[in-house]
């Protein structure tokens, strides 16, 4: 195949995975794919998500912010839809008032190609066949079994609340929904059947779509909750885990120090949320079991890489590696607590009623299709390290996360890092401009008034061959981002962030922090400097009206950290 066509891209989004859970960010889990990547790539250090997955995704396909882009909340989370009816950016689906990046792509000539979790509408009209995608095979909602083992939506039993309601709509292959019963493989695994599927699509291509450059989404559900993985895979990490988070921790804390990702002074931010007891102070049980729980994450992590692998080897054969903008993210940071448990296992069916009944969390069954487990607070503190919390929190813990680009034309050194700041919502115009494609607003996209893109192009910075002293991608000490989800607020200018928490994660004050001195959020200056945290708040209000927020005045439960009981009712 030529290569002298217009570059390819490759965007791979893990779920839920942790800043240093692969060995380019100081994980011990086997990622050798990842580490060859990122070897022959940059690993981007300092780069933010949204603090939860679907506002994320929204951000990725937009360029923009979430609360413009339709997921201003997340679609489950929604319980009182009348409070958003007619609230634009809150649609609970991608909008239309974005130029979905697929989607301009599709205009361009690219083929558009996608397996994997979506998470950013159910209805067809919403669904990627909709949004410029020419092939898909897709699971739509938030999370699954995965090895879809489903028994609680069989015929007769008490429906879950779901914000996909039907489980007949989780998955559609190219536009046409699947039956989950008797239409997806008999070996389905989450993480090998999304590769299988984008390999089968790469793999058939006509000659006239050899022709056209691929733009391909590869977005896995793993290491998402429900804990899922080859029991072969979960022996081998068997005995790695037995000290405990807080071990894990200083050792991946170590481990970044070493590879020069964080400071050697850096302070760690305490571990926070709902933890487990101190390690020490669990039985035998409860430290074996704790510690099955992230012997089978970790599996699930190594299942990742190996098929990774398989993609690489196949752009290898067909000589289009080399052509090919791969991207690896996360799409937050790991999660701490069972963000979309209550609205999916919940309503009149309460999440601890359904496990008992339909699954078995017993010792050794723990990582099997017929159980139902997540690894709570104090490993995913562990993995977020040194940041402070985890998935929902609006610290560094729930945005910042691991990033890392294979692009060989980038003058930027193989191996190194970069820890200019960066955002998913540059995404889409880094990869605009690699393709030689403008973003069309402000002309009317496809008979629709667009938006146009908050992120910045990383071309620039990545084409300087020293990441430190070169251009950096927004203006270090002006450019100014805020995050919003669930009530918690945050705005950042230069090396300053303030955030705004209600408890018991905060106390409905702004706090102030010098990231750079303070990546772990620890020591508040809100009284120190009284006039930049002014200045921060004025800030906030102006991101606030430009993004059209919309405060409802609600509780989330997500936010108030109170543990799940799974002893049945």
């Not at 669904?127 to 079994?145: E, I, Q, T």
């Not at 669990?282 to 099955?292: D, G, I, K």
């Given at each position: 195949?030529?290569?002298?066509?217009?570059?390819?891209?490759?965007?791979?989004?893990?779920?839920?995975?942790?800043?240093?859970?692969?060995?380019?960010?100081?994980?011990?889990?086997?990622?050798?794919?990842?580490d060859k990547l990122a070897r022959e790539g940059v690993r981007l250090t300092n780069f933010h998500t949204a603090s939860a997955c679907s506002p994320t995704r929204s951000m990725l396909?937009?360029?923009?912010?979430?609360?413009?882009?339709?997921?201003?909340?997340?679609?489950?989370?929604?319980?009182?839809?009348?409070?958003?009816?007619?609230?634009?950016?809150?649609?609970?689906?991608?909008?239309?008032?974005?130029?979905?990046?697929?989607?301009?792509?599709?205009?361009?000539?690219?083929?558009?190609?996608?397996?994997?979790?979506?998470?950013?509408?159910?209805?067809?009209?919403?669904?990627?066949?909709?949004?410029?995608?020419?092939?898909?095979?897709?699971?739509?909602?938030?999370?699954?079994?995965?090895?879809?083992?489903?028994?609680?939506?069989?015929?007769?039993?008490?429906?879950?609340?779901?914000?996909?309601?039907?489980?007949?709509?989780?998955?559609?292959?190219?536009?046409?929904?699947?039956?989950?019963?008797?239409?997806?493989?008999?070996?389905?695994?989450?993480?090998?059947?999304?590769?299988?599927?984008?390999?089968?699509?790469?793999?058939?291509?006509?000659?006239?779509?050899?022709?056209?450059?691929?733009?391909?989404?590869?977005?896995?559900?793993?290491?998402?909750?429900?804990?899922?993985?080859?029991?072969?895979?979960?022996?081998?990490?068997?005995?790695?885990?037995?000290?405990?988070?807080?071990?894990?921790?200083?050792?991946?804390?170590?481990?970044?120090?070493?590879?020069?990702?964080?400071?050697?002074?850096?302070?760690?931010?305490?571990?926070?949320?709902?933890?487990?007891?101190?390690?020490?102070?669990?039985?035998?049980?409860?430290?074996?079991?704790?510690?099955?729980?992230?012997?089978?994450?970790?599996?699930?992590?190594?299942?990742?890489?190996?098929?990774?692998?398989?993609?690489?080897?196949?752009?290898?054969?067909?000589?289009?590696?080399?052509?090919?903008?791969?991207?690896?993210?996360?799409?937050?940071?790991?999660?701490?607590?069972?963000?979309?448990?209550?609205?999916?296992?919940?309503?009149?069916?309460?999440?601890?009623?359904?496990?008992?009944?339909?699954?078995?969390?017993?010792?050794?069954?723990?990582?099997?299709?017929?159980?139902?487990?997540?690894?709570?607070?104090?490993?995913?503190?562990?993995?977020?390290?040194?940041?402070?919390?985890?998935?929902?929190?609006?610290?560094?813990?729930?945005?910042?996360?691991?990033?890392?680009?294979?692009?060989?034309?980038?003058?930027?050194?193989?191996?190194?890092?970069t820890n200019t700041f960066t955002t998913v919502m540059d995404v889409l115009p880094t990869i605009l401009e690699l393709a030689g494609v403008q973003h069309p607003h402000p002309a009317?996209?496809?008979?629709?008034?667009?938006?146009?893109?908050?992120?910045?192009?990383?071309?620039?910075?990545?084409?300087?061959?020293?990441?430190?002293?070169?251009?950096?991608?927004?203006?270090?000490?002006?450019?100014?981002?805020?995050?919003?989800?669930?009530?918690?607020?945050?705005?950042?200018?230069?090396?300053?962030?303030?955030?705004?928490?209600?408890?018991?994660?905060?106390?409905?004050?702004?706090?102030?922090?010098?990231?750079?001195?303070?990546?772990?959020?620890?020591?508040?200056?809100?009284?120190?400097?009284?006039?930049?945290?002014?200045?921060?708040?004025?800030?906030?209000?102006?991101?606030?009206?430009?993004?059209?927020?919309?405060?409802?005045?609600?509780?989330?439960?997500?936010?108030?950290?109170?543990?799940?009981?799974?002893?049945?009712?």
């Amino acid at each position: 195949m030529s290569t002298a066509k217009r570059p390819n891209f490759l965007v791979i989004v893990a779920d839920d995975l942790g800043f240093s859970d692969i060995g380019p960010f100081g994980g011990e889990i086997k990622t050798p794919t990842l580490d060859k990547l990122a070897r022959e790539g940059v690993r981007l250090t300092n780069f933010h998500t949204a603090s939860a997955c679907s506002p994320t995704r929204s951000m990725l396909f937009s360029g923009s912010d979430h609360h413009i882009a339709g997921l201003g909340q997340m679609a489950e989370h929604m319980g009182n839809r009348d409070l958003f009816k007619d609230k634009p950016g809150y649609e609970g689906y991608l909008n239309f008032r974005v130029a979905a990046l697929s989607e301009i792509l599709q205009d361009a000539g690219y083929l558009t190609l996608m397996s994997g979790k979506w998470h950013l509408g159910a209805a067809k009209e919403h669904a990627p066949c909709s949004r410029g995608f020419d092939k898909g095979f897709v699971y739509l909602p938030g999370s699954g079994n995965h090895y879809n083992y489903e028994p609680q939506f069989k015929e007769g039993e008490p429906r879950p609340s779901l914000a996909v309601a039907d489980p007949k709509t989780f998955w559609m292959r190219d536009g046409v929904y699947l039956d989950r019963r008797n239409e997806l493989p008999s070996d389905f695994y989450s993480t090998k059947t999304f590769t299988d599927e984008l390999l089968q699509y790469l793999g058939t291509r006509t000659t006239e779509e050899k022709e056209k450059p691929f733009f391909s989404y590869l977005a896995f559900t793993a290491p998402h909750w429900p804990l899922h993985a080859p029991k072969e895979i979960i022996e081998m990490y068997k005995g790695i885990f037995d000290e405990g988070p807080e071990s894990l921790r200083r050792k991946r804390l170590a481990r970044m120090i070493e590879l020069g990702l964080v400071p050697k002074d850096v302070e760690p931010a305490p571990m926070v949320g709902l933890l487990d007891p101190e390690w020490d102070q669990l039985s035998p049980q409860e430290r074996a079991e704790s510690a099955r729980k992230m012997e089978t994450f970790a599996a699930m992590v190594h299942v990742i890489d190996l098929h990774l692998q398989r993609i690489v080897d196949y752009l290898t054969s067909t000589g289009e590696l080399d052509n090919t903008f791969i991207l690896f993210m996360s799409d937050n940071g790991a999660e701490g607590t069972l963000l979309e448990a209550l609205p999916m296992l919940g309503g009149a069916t309460s999440l601890g009623a359904l496990i008992n009944k339909h699954y078995n969390n017993e010792l050794e069954n723990i990582g099997q299709k017929n159980s139902f487990t997540w690894y709570g607070a104090s490993w995913a503190c562990a993995s977020m390290a040194p940041s402070r919390g985890f998935k929902t929190w609006i610290t560094e813990g729930g945005i910042r996360c691991p990033c890392l680009v294979r692009y060989p034309p980038f003058a930027a050194k193989p191996g190194s890092h970069t820890n200019t700041f960066t955002t998913v919502m540059d995404v889409l115009p880094t990869i605009l401009e690699l393709a030689g494609v403008q973003h069309p607003h402000p002309a009317p996209f496809r008979g629709r008034e667009i938006v146009a893109p908050r992120g910045k192009s990383w071309v620039p910075h990545l084409s300087s061959p020293d990441l430190t002293s070169g251009p950096s991608v927004h203006d270090e000490n002006t450019a100014v981002t805020g995050w919003e989800l669930f009530g918690l607020r945050a705005i950042r200018e230069g090396k300053w962030k303030a955030i705004y928490m209600t408890p018991p994660r905060g106390n409905e004050q702004w706090e102030l922090y010098d990231m750079e001195a303070d990546p772990g959020e620890i020591h508040d200056r809100a009284e120190k400097e009284p006039e930049v945290l002014k200045r921060l708040i004025q800030h906030w209000n102006v991101y606030y009206n430009d993004v059209g927020m919309f405060d409802p005045d609600v509780t989330f439960h997500v936010v108030k950290d109170k543990r799940v009981e799974i002893s049945a009712p």
